[in-house]
């Protein structure tokens, strides 16, 4: 129970070397390439609609995506400037298809500190990775989210999930 940061990537070809950012592994770039629903050759991923910046999520001790409070599993990047950003997995081009870790941010190089899941409960954080197929981030780098959501503890402890380990 809790961060879930325990563990690296475990996902086909382990986690990139450490770095203070990341760029999408060329293995997953060139697979969404070959899919104009996911990347556009003249303006790269399409941004999620749902991408939603974290701490302006955060109101009256819960966390709300789409006016609803954040309730289960949703992607999220930690993007150069600092800030989580999470969303749906919602392709707005084709809802049968996926919508991948770049689209958080979009463009031709989205570049992050960090990617991977952060779960919810009821509007309350409860845990985060590293599990990101695109990026591969090293677990060295959950430090610099396990920084961004203390601070955010420390700004409103309601935000978290009675269960989460920032409550402990």
């Known amino acids: 129970m809790g961060s879930g940061s325990s ?4 996902g086909a070809g382990g986690s990139q070397p450490y770095a203070n950012t ?18 556009n050759p003249s303006t790269g991923y399409f941004k999620n609609p749902t ?11 819960s966390v709300y995506i789409n006016g609803n409070k ?24 084709d809802s049968s298809k996926r919508a991948p870790h770049p689209t958080l941010i979009g463009g031709k190089d989205p570049e992050v500190q960090n990617a ?3 779960t919810f409960k009821n509007g309350k954080i409860f845990s985060v990775d590293n599990q990101s ?4 981030p ?15 503890y420390e ?10 380990k920032w409550r402990k």
């Open 7 to 10: 563990s690296s990537y475990s």
């Open 22 to 39: 990341y760029h999408v592994v060329q293995k997953e770039l060139n697979k969404d390439k070959k899919d104009p629903d996911i990347y």
């Open 51 to 61: 991408a939603t910046n974290l701490e302006n999520a955060a109101q009256n001790g």
């Open 70 to 93: 954040a309730n289960g599993q949703y992607t999220y990047v930690m993007n150069q400037n600092g800030e989580i950003i999470f969303g749906k997995r919602s392709n707005p081009n």
């Open 116 to 118: 991977g899941m952060i």
């Open 133 to 136: 197929g695109h990026y591969r």
């Open 138 to 152: 090293n677990i060295q780098s959950m430090g610099k989210v396990e920084s961004a959501l203390q601070k955010l």
């Open 155 to 164: 700004r409103d402890p309601k935000l978290f999930h009675k269960d989460s």
